[in-house]
């Protein structure tokens, strides 16, 4: 997605959710679900992936990446669809897995606005072109200005969970 000013949060709340299936670890180093910064991998931006050993993670930058927070959580590798949520609460930086928390960190770098005039957004692969998401699956991605209660992301995952179950059928 090319420049979209809604999603220059500055130092607001904001949440990134969806639904990701990995049937193994990648060969590279990351596998992007999210990312938004400068398409030349530079500015203030925010970057949801998993780690070459599978680790879900949120990372936040507010200075070119020269310094970064991150938190990585619950390893997301064996096949079935995972509900995953990532978001920056005040000061810190938070990660639900189907609808439970699994992690937290105090924002300690990235303190200043996350606004971006050049940034553009992806989902699959990191904004500069790297990392796509290897073995993986996205499903029902969304981008929020708030930051959802524990309560609120158990409702989410309970509601949307039996869309993800073998043979589901839903009605619109």
Known sequence: ?????????????????????????????????????????AGAGFHLYTTAAGLFTMAICDDGW???DSVAGSTLVDGKWHFFVGLRRGSGIELFVDGSFVSESTIANAVGSLSNSSAVCRLGVRASGDYANNNGSLALLRISGTAPTADQIRKIYNDEKVLFQPNAKATL
């Open 1 to 41: 997605q090319p420049y979209n000013d809604d999603l220059d949060f500055g130092t607001n709340d904001f949440c990134v959710m969806g639904w990701t299936k990995k049937a193994g670890t990648s060969a590279s180093a990351l596998d992007f679900i999210l990312s938004r910064e400068d398409a030349t991998g």
């Open 66 to 68: 020269s310094t970064f």
